[in-house]
């Protein structure tokens, strides 16, 4: 079964990729930063617990908020799934695909056919689109190849891995019942609450606190102990490239201020995209001076990612209180 006139959702994060092909569907079509901007998806999370072999490093609002934002301020209705059974997941999938409605998942991409890079991440958002009795059809991020597909069984493992970050077999549909608000209202209301939340952090590791926290954090890394070196290449990989906490969200967060700007045309916009236009490219060198410290060993890299997260922390509150102004 595969639903007919379905076309994919170009993206470079897989969140927000995940709901254009969503939203597509039925007809409702946006950029990928006003996706990233409507649902509030600027954020940040330095996160640290016993049983991890690393800190993980997130640029964005926690996992499952961004599809939840952008289904209220679009007036949808939000249809989540989640069951401890394999067996009840397929069903989850398979009776809205045999009535022609693609289906979100959220999945760990270590067991994805088509994924390369073998790393466990149990918050990969993916769309499905149809299945035959071996593959599941797929529709994913441009890095990833966009329309592709895996085996039923290893999409079973994917929605079904423990650990950080996972659900239980979660899927998730939208339903269009009412007509769209007005653009500039929920542009509005989105920028002021992502801007109070942002600033407003209820921990010190998340939000503007949390990068003020990694800038000190990242002095103790060297002490981790074994396998530094590969962890700290593999962390600046996956910020980088992999768009967990690199310079991807802050990319769409200026082009979704952009956006806005048009719509909207306040000057605190303008001043705030012309901040996100600097910040953006300091966090790829943050990245770079994390990559370089893992293949050198020398931890003057680190420090230079310390003074160079305390330069954001910085520009980035002064980026959001313009906006919180609004």
Known sequence: MIIDRFVSFTGEHCETTAMGNLLSHVGIRLSEPMLFGIGEGLGFIYWDRKGMDFPFIGGRVKSDELTASIAFHLNLKLTVQETGSITKAWFNIKENIDRGIPVGLKLDCYHLDYF?????FAAHYATMYGYDDEYAYMA????QGGITKTRLATLALARNEKGPMSSRNLSYTIEKTTALPQLSSLIRTSILRNAYRYL????RNI???GIEKMSAEVLKWPSHGPNLAHNLCLTAQLMERGGTGG???????????KESLGVLGD?????????FIEIAPLWSEVSASIDNAGRTGNWDWLRQASELLMHIACKEREAMELLLEL
């Open 200 to 203: 407003n952090p209820p921990i």
């Open 207 to 209: 939000g503007i606190k």
């Open 140 to 143: 994913d991020t441009s890095q």
């Open 267 to 275: 000057s605190k916009i303008e001043r705030a995209y012309l901040k």
């Open 116 to 120: 390369k890079s073998k790393v466990h």
């Open 247 to 257: 310079a991807l969200f802050r990319n769409l967060y200026r082009d979704f201020l």
